[in-house]
């Protein structure tokens, strides 16, 4: 296997992980657990190194779903962290309930799949009534789904969002 080979977690291994699947056998969920958002093979090997069966866990893991292999990790990683919010301006705060809606329930769905529906930024995010409580709720939810997936499913998501709301 190539030592550079950038793994990451899917939606099934964030499930896996995060709403209590628990259908994998225990070493193979602690590669998933180190995996987590990113991580080179030589990098899982170092942090497992007395896994001697590690190669062959990891291809299961890809072959099962769980993980995937990045293959463009320098573009995935030129995505910036924290891009700016939908700016309140005279056009987009003319935005009609119905967008602002979608926008919204495009985000709560996102985060449904990848983080549940406990956390507190999905909370907010529901309670939301207006694009400025909008702007403001969603950098964090931004913040969750790049800490929990990764930065680029944080950046679908924030454009999935804004092309909703401005279709």
Request: glycine share 6%.
């Amino acid at each position: 296997m190539d030592m550079t080979m950038q793994l990451s977690r899917t939606v099934k291994g964030q499930e896996e992980i995060f709403n209590l699947g628990h259908t994998l056998r225990p070493r193979h969920r602690q590669i998933l657990f180190s995996v987590g958002n990113g991580i080179s093979f030589a990098e899982l090997r170092s942090k497992l190194p007395n896994c001697a069966e590690l190669e062959g866990m990891v291809n299961d893991l890809l072959q099962s779903g769980f993980i995937q292999a990045l293959r463009n990790m320098a573009t995935s990683q030129a995505v910036p962290v924290t891009p700016p919010a939908i700016p309140i301006t005279p056009a987009v705060s003319t935005l009609s309930a119905a967008s602002l809606e979608a926008g919204r329930s495009y985000v709560l769905e996102f985060m449904a799949a990848l983080v549940g529906t406990k956390s507190p930024a999905y909370r907010q995010m529901g309670e939301v009534q207006d694009l400025a409580g909008f702007n403001a709720v969603l950098p964090m939810c931004r913040r969750v789904i790049a800490a929990v997936a990764s930065p680029h499913q944080a950046a679908e998501m924030e454009a999935g969002a804004t092309k909703r709301m401005t279709a």
